[in-house]
Structure formats: structure tokens, C-alpha cells
């Protein structure tokens, strides 16, 4: 099947610092990719979709300035967490599609610790 | 606005036995339904899937079932082995939009 990368699976860092998160469609060309968040015992939350080449959409409530999405080419999109703050540790997991949303391939997912 | 709705967050399983997992779903636009299973620190892995067009599909030990009227799908696993102790998660879309998941149910098989 397909497979999806993610680096790095675990990260530390300082409040105020910026962490970039990559997300690798490793055997397929992903047309769009997908960020995701999640909390502990709660749900997977959309963050963002990004199509190759263009800007990412972002759901209600997220902001763009702090989540910097970039689909660069058809198998990486990177998310970098900006100004990182305690709230912002999380996991965050990464999917990709070839074209058709409902067969999207998850990330190993990267755990953000911010201190 | 949490339009899938995984009510159970935890089901504990004798092994060898049906397991029965529940979702619901508040949008009727939905056509395309899903099923993940994820491991702690993991990324969900696809398990299984059903158009709206169906009522039921079937892989293995795995079925799910589609009661559109009621918005309502399910999982059943049978029989249930521990390797199947993971927190699920039901998806939905519609239009080939982004998916919409659950909160997970958290499975536990006893052996």
C-alpha cells in the first residue's frame, strides 16, 4: 500500500522557537495533503488541506500565520508551528491523497512537545 | 458542530467474541464511510470502508454495516483476537471532501 512518512516522529523545543514538521508521500504523487491535530482521548481535528503549488485551506479556528503549511512538490508538504507555546504540543499527523479524498494515507504522526 | 459521533470512548471484549463498534452521523450529505484503527503514537491505518449505495461490506473479520435512515453505522469484528485492541475512529464524507472523524473508541480484548 501506499506509504506516508513523517519527520521528525518526536520533537522537543522551547516556547517562542519554531518547529518544522515534514510529511512524505514516499511510493505516490500526492496531489493534496492533510494536516491534522490531535488532543489526548479526543478526535482527529482537520487543521488544513493543501493542494501542490497552491495555497493551504485552513478550517474555522486555525491560524494560518502560526501554522505554516508549504506543498512544495507532489510528495512533501511541510507544517511549521511558529512562536511555539505549551498549548501547542500535540500530535500531529499528516495524510495524503492522490485525488480521491476518501483514500487518504496517514503519517506515522510527530509528537510536539513545546517547554 | 461534531458531525460524527463515536459515543462509546471505551469497549472492553472477551477474546473470541463480537465486538461491536457504534458511530453516528448528523449529516445526510455524507456518502463515504470509514473506518480506521490506530495504535498509541501511531498514524490511523485504513481497515475498512462503505459506500452509501451499500448497507453492508464485508473483509475478513471485519463488517460494517450503513443504516442511512438512522445515520448510523457499525463495526463488527468477530471473532475478536487482542491484536484488534486499538482506538478506532469513523470517518465520513461526501463529494470527496475532507473527511470528518470521530472521538475513537478505545477497544480492549481480553485474552
Known amino acids: 500500500g501506499a506509504v506516508v512518512s513523517q519527520h521528525p516522529s518526536r520533537v522537543i523545543c522551547k516556547s517562542g522557537t519554531s518547529v518544522k514538521i515534514e510529511c512524505r508521500s514516499l511510493?505516490?504523487?500526492?496531489?493534496?495533503m492533510f494536516w491534522y491535530r490531535q488532543f489526548p482521548k479526543q478526535s482527529l481535528m482537520l487543521m488544513a488541506t493543501?493542494?501542490?503549488?497552491?495555497?493551504?485551506?485552513?478550517e474555522q479556528g486555525v491560524e494560518k500565520d502560526k501554522f505554516l503549511i508549504n506543498h512544495a512538490s507532489l510528495t512533501l508538504s511541510t507544517l511549521t508551528v511558529t512562536s511555539a507555546h505549551p498549548e501547542d504540543s500535540s500530535f500531529y499527523i499528516c495524510s495524503a491523497t492522490s485525488g480521491i479524498a476518501y483514500e487518504q494515507y496517514f503519517g506515522p504522526g510527530t509528537r510536539l512537545t513545546v517547554t | 458542530d461534531q458531525q460524527v459521533k463515536q459515543n462509546s470512548p471505551s469497549l472492553s471484549v472477551q477474546e473470541g467474541r463480537i465486538s461491536i463498534l457504534n458511530c453516528d452521523y448528523t449529516n445526510s450529505m455524507f456518502d463515504y464511510f470509514l473506518w480506521y484503527k490506530k495504535y498509541p503514537a501511531e498514524g490511523p491505518t485504513f481497515l475498512i470502508s462503505i459506500s452509501s449505495i451499500k448497507d453492508k461490506n464485508e473483509d475478513g473479520r471485519f463488517t460494517v454495516f450503513l443504516n442511512k435512515s438512522a445515520k448510523h453505522l457499525s463495526l463488527h469484528i468477530v471473532p475478536s483476537q487482542p491484536g484488534d485492541s486499538a482506538v478506532y475512529f469513523c470517518?465520513?464524507?461526501?463529494?470527496?471532501?475532507?473527511?470528518?472523524f470521530g472521538a475513537g473508541t478505545r477497544l480492549t480484548v481480553k485474552p
Open positions: 493543501s493542494n501542490e503549488g497552491s495555497k493551504a485551506t485552513y
Open positions: 511510493d505516490f504523487q500526492a496531489t493534496t
Open positions: 470517518a465520513a464524507a461526501y463529494n470527496n471532501n475532507d473527511m470528518r
